[in-house]
C-alpha cells in the first residue's frame, strides 16, 4: 500500500509542528525545511486545520501549531482524513454498477483486499504523533 503525497506531507507537517512546538511556526519556514512547495503547504494546512488537528491564527503575529498534544493525535485518525482514496482496485469503489472485471461476481480479491486495508488501518491505530517523535518504536 501507498500513501499518497498529501497524506505523506501531512505527517511531515505535524511532525514539524510537534518538534517546534514552542512557538508559533509559518507556512514559509516549514515548506523551507519540509522542501515541500508553499502552495501545496497551504492545502495541507488548511485541511489540517479543518480536520482539528492543527490551529492557524492570521495577523501579523500568527502563525500554526497542534491543536493537541501529540499524543493525543492518532495516526489512523489523520491516514483516514487525509487519503482521498483507498480503493485499490476498480470493483472496491462504492458506487460502481458496472466493472469491466468478468470475475466480480465469482472473485475474492475484494474481500482479502478489505482486510488487509483493515490491518493496515488498525495497524495505525496503536501509535500517535507522539510515537513518531521517539527514537525508536
Not at 7 to 23: N, P
Not at 85 to 98: R, S
Request: glycine share 4%.
Amino acid at each position: 500500500m501507498q500513501l499518497s503525497k498529501f497524506s505523506d506531507y501531512s505527517f511531515r507537517a505535524l511532525i514539524y509542528l510537534a518538534e517546534h512546538d514552542d512557538t508559533l511556526n509559518t507556512i514559509e519556514n516549514m515548506a523551507s525545511e519540509l522542501k515541500i512547495s508553499q502552495n501545496h503547504l497551504k492545502k495541507i494546512i488548511h485541511k489540517l486545520s479543518k480536520g482539528h488537528f492543527i490551529q492557524t491564527f492570521r495577523g501579523r503575529e500568527g502563525g500554526i501549531k497542534l491543536a493537541k498534544q501529540p499524543k493525543d493525535i492518532g495516526l489512523s485518525d489523520v491516514l483516514l482524513y487525509t487519503e482521498v482514496n483507498t480503493d485499490f482496485v476498480e470493483c472496491l469503489k462504492h458506487n460502481i454498477q458496472h466493472t469491466a472485471c468478468p470475475y466480480q461476481t465469482s472473485c475474492n480479491l475484494k474481500a482479502i483486499i478489505h482486510r488487509a486495508k483493515d490491518s493496515f488501518i488498525q495497524e495505525f491505530q496503536k501509535y500517535s504523533l507522539q510515537d513518531l517523535l521517539q527514537a525508536e518504536i
